[in-house]
Every structure is written in structure tokens, then in C-alpha cells.
């Protein structure tokens, strides 16, 4: 889903810096992401162990340690180093 979503934006692409090495979102990144593009994500009822957890409803088997994907993080770490502003997320998704 966030690579969809990334999809959408319009920003100066070649102005952001996409090497993202980093696979620790801030937690209120973490919280902010879920609310606009987990709760939107096709997966986010059936398929996606992450929201599956952060919605108290772990599937079996049961994971403690689940991660969200790789477009969500992607984009965490581009809102916590500022190349993305989550108000345009907001809009786009
Ligand atoms: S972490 Fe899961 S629910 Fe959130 S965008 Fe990625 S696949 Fe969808």
C-alpha cells in the first residue's frame, strides 16, 4: 500500500533522497501511518500481520514482533528525516 500511495504524491522526486537504510519508524510516525494508511490498506482486515497486532487481534500463528511492510516503512523513515510531509500523505491517500 505505501508504495501506492507513493505513487501518488507529487513531489520533487529527484530532490528526495531514497536511500533509505533505516527500519525503525518513529513511534508517533508509526502511530500517524496506521491511522491514514494501514486503516485505507487492502490488507489491513485479512493479510497483514502488523495491523493484525496493532489491532489486538494477532493472527495465528501468533507474532509479537510483527513488522509493517515495505512501502510503510519506506515512508516512515522519509517523514522522520522530513523528505515527506505527512500532511501531503493525508491528502493524497
Ligand atoms: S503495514 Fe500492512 S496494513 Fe499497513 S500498509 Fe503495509 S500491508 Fe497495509
Redesign the pocket.
Known sequence: ??LLVLGNLTLPWDEIDMNVQEKVVHSETMDN??GI???Q????DD?????AERRGEPREPVRRDA??????LFLGACIDRGSIDIQALNQVI
Open positions: 500500500m505505501g501511518l496506521y494508511l494501514c486503516v490498506c487492502p490488507f489491513f493479510g497483514c500481520d502488523f495491523a513488522t509493517p511492510c515495505g512501502g510503510f
